[in-house]
DNA sequence: TTTAGTCTAATTGTCGACAATCCTCTCATT
DNA sequence: AATGAGAGGATTGTCGACAATTAGACTAAA
């Protein structure tokens, strides 16, 4: 369900397989967080020139994954407590005006078929009771409709195109087996019944407390473990 | 004063030199909107080879100045009324973020500094009444040092350095001689002290509906030109 | 006249080699 | 011992050529 989230564009070029293998093993941890890019090494690791690795590694740096420096090279970015809290501003910002432009664009068929999926997440969570793994993918899920929902293609371009792996990288390497997915659920479901509602003020603000309680609850966590 | 604003390391390969000039031509028209680009023609042109000019393309594909497709070429992006919107309402949910985390995380003395700027441009505007230009410089200038204000990394990021040059490609094109010079000043002073009293809420309220005032007077504008 | 198909020319993607820059280790000097 | 200069090795930036794909023109058939 999740696997045709990214607006992808089916890749048709082998430097599109390589970002995409990189954009995988990069999220998933199995290239390291912070860890520098040999241009060479890594060129021979995939069989291609490192003028095709380059261009992978361009697209990378796009979606905010790896930086790179004049003269010096890449590293992949860090996953920082900072970094993250930053990511949840943006995404309080972006998505919470995503949800108010919704309100407004999405069409009542949209609306239905999401409240669909809603349900069979609810009824998933109900079965399994306690994992959290799939309310997780679920919540990229219904993010991701609502942000589509939008019809704003330069907010869909900055949540979907850049951010949406970096978040996924947070998630994957933090391990966030959401202890809030209960409260989570409910809270989709308040946002949605906005959206129904056309009520786009509302919407926003749900949004907005949504996000905002994800990242006090991490806040508190991490504050927790600091202890 | 304008020209020290984009986050801007300086150019130290000869692809950061093509993406600056094709950047500044790009955003004065001199290669128009919505124009092919063509890889062999820019690259005799600029006297460099191909993979350099892929370099530059990269950059600018990366600020949203250009868009590419694969095994077909880049484009220039077009400067349409919905995209300007679009833009609008992006600025309007990132810049009033930015805002209410400026009010927290500015210095004293980076807000002392800014009202004197702002002092600055009240006086020029004064002494030039009626000639928006520096007006618009200024424009920029204080919204660019609210964005730095907020001291979050990824908005800075994406407001500075992936939309700043979209926004003016936009503002040179449609060409904003904004006749909202004077209220936007006032404006301006109102969110810095609302900055000022580390009244977040208020501020972001304020920047919020600053943007969105602008965003309709477009709306008004090109309404009354289509009619 | 229109449409389908094919062929050619041009453009983009990929490759390997060379040039320029940076990092590190060594050695000399204070 | 500490600091600085310099050489060596490795990495990144740039180049020109080849391969793969696309766009456009031309022909032929319905």
Redesign the pocket.
Known sequence: MNSMNPARQAP????DKIFETMQREIVEGQILAGSK?????LAKKYQ?????L??ALNRLEKCHLIE?K?????RVVECTVKGLLEIYIVREALEGMACRLAASAMQDAEIAELQQILAGHGQEKQLQDGVAYYQEEGDLDFHYRVIQGSNNQQLINILCGELYHLVRMYRCQFGMNSPRATRAFDEHKAILNAIADRDGELAEMLMRRHIAASRKNIERKLEQESN
């Open positions: 048709v070029t082998t430097a890019i040999s241009e060479p090494e291609v020139s490192r003028s095709t380059r261009e790179r004049a003269n010096v090279g890449s």
